[in-house]
């Protein structure tokens, strides 16, 4: 059965009629969703009862004329954030959809649709919409933009969308390496496809990264971080692990390090505003070179300075100019022959 996309409203959608027209539909084979990994555990007061948890979910929309490699775009917040601009406009689903990826949205244990855990969860409330503007650097303090900032300012309803998409993160050293086994199980069940390009951003690179030393296929082969908050490095380098949190960097043995150095390529990338002497910057350098030490290809792109994207956030690849965003994509896919049909 082949979906054909339909139009929607300008209003509703941030799109001008010009912009639509000059779209090529979207058309689908096929679209779903299912959960994978996870595991089953017995009630210990009942030893008839059992619960299905910790899995993952994986939303795909499939093109009807399919490139060979699969994009699965790993949120750290929701899904939202690769679904539209930050007006509404077109997001990275619907724009890779157009160039004929299969475009898969991941949910991982205990997030967003993956929230049937195996462990008690009680949610408390934290306040974070004042921490969510400097975090996703939309400005330096509350409400004080960039002059240059890639955000539709006047618009306080896109604001309210902004920081409404959120999950809770379970932003945890237990929760990193849950996710990393269950992205794993799905990227190694053949599911996903057998040439995997992971689009990440904030936390979920660091998940990516451990994802890609967990599986024991060749299926992934490429990993793109949009302002990856947390690192992997090898042992023997004088870097000591912190798990007291989600952020990183952890430590692996150096053989397992090193099958990051056989993906096709690796890049991470940041927004503009960003100091160099960031802790999190100066770790995506060192990790950039301590790959390519052992052979791969990985690079750091700094929107602002190496590609004169000014005023991009955290989240660029929802920015206003998101379509230039998209476009370095197109050149890295490309560059690293994984634009094929």
Not at 3 to 32: E, F, H, Q, W
Not at 107 to 131: K, L, S
Not at 234 to 257: A, L, W
């Amino acid at each position: 059965m082949a979906l054909l996309s339909v139009p929607t409203p300008a209003s509703a959608t941030g799109d001008s009629s010009s912009d639509r027209n000059r779209k090529r539909p979207i058309v689908l084979d096929r679209s779903g969703g299912f959960q994978i990994g996870g595991t089953i555990i017995t009630n210990p007061n009942n030893t008839n009862q059992t619960l299905s948890c910790d899995h993952g979910y994986m939303e795909y929309f499939l093109p009807w004329k399919p490139r060979q490699t699969s994009l699965v775009m790993w949120h750290s917040s929701s899904t939202q954030v690769w679904q539209n601009r930050w007006d509404g406009g077109e997001g990275y689903k619907d724009m890779f959809l157009r160039r004929g990826y299969p475009v898969y949205l991941w949910d991982g244990p205990r997030v967003g649709r993956a929230n049937w855990g195996c462990r008690p969860v009680t949610y408390i409330p934290q306040y974070r919409d004042q921490g969510n503007f400097v975090a996703w650097n939309f400005g330096p303090s509350f409400m004080n933009w960039w002059p240059d900032v890639q955000f539709p300012i006047e618009d306080p309803a896109a604001w309210q969308q902004a920081t409404s998409a959120r999950y809770d993160e379970f932003d945890n050293y237990e929760n990193v390496l849950l996710h990393a086994h269950a992205a794993a199980v799905a990227a190694d069940s053949g599911r996903v496809g057998n040439s995997i390009v992971y689009l990440t951003n904030s936390a979920g690179g660091l998940r990516a990264q451990l994802t890609a030393i967990r599986s024991n296929t060749t299926n992934i082969k490429a990993i793109v971080t949009y302002e990856s908050i947390g690192y992997v490095f090898p042992s023997g380098f004088n870097i000591t692990q912190d798990s007291r949190g989600g952020f990183g960097p952890i430590v692996v043995p150096v053989e397992e390090f090193k099958k990051l150095a056989k993906l096709n390529a690796i890049q991470f990338v940041w927004g503009d505003h960003r100091d160099p002497t960031d802790t999190y910057v100066q770790q995506s350098r060192q990790c950039a070179a301590l790959i390519n030490q052992y052979g791969g290809n990985a690079e750091v792109l700094m929107l602002g300075e190496d590609a004169g994207l000014k005023g991009s956030t955290h989240i660029p690849f929802a920015d206003m100019d998101n379509t230039k965003v998209a476009g370095l994509l197109d050149k890295f896919l490309a560059k690293n022959k994984l634009n094929r049909y």
